[in-house]
């Protein structure tokens, strides 16, 4: 996986390096500390190679996806 792919396959995403060295991807529209709670979705995601980075956006779409298919129970 390169810089390049992971950039395209997660446009949403602003990715760069680490100073201590591996990885990091910041949300480009950072989700409010409310939603975060309720959804369990993340505005940092970090990976020691660009694999492992790609493993957890990965997971971060996954959870994106179950989050905005779920709809508010109705009253009765």
Not at 44 to 69: F, Q, Y
């Amino acid at each position: 996986m390169t810089l390049g792919e992971l950039m395209t396959r997660f446009p949403k995403w602003e990715i760069s390096d680490a100073a201590g060295g591996g990885w990091y991807a910041v949300r480009r529209a950072l989700i409010s500390p409310t939603s975060q709670a309720a959804s369990e979705l993340s505005n940092v995601r970090c990976g020691d190679t660009l694999a492992e980075l790609a493993r957890h956006l990965e997971e971060e779409t996954k959870l994106e996806a179950r989050t905005t298919t779920r709809r508010p129970k109705q009253p009765d």
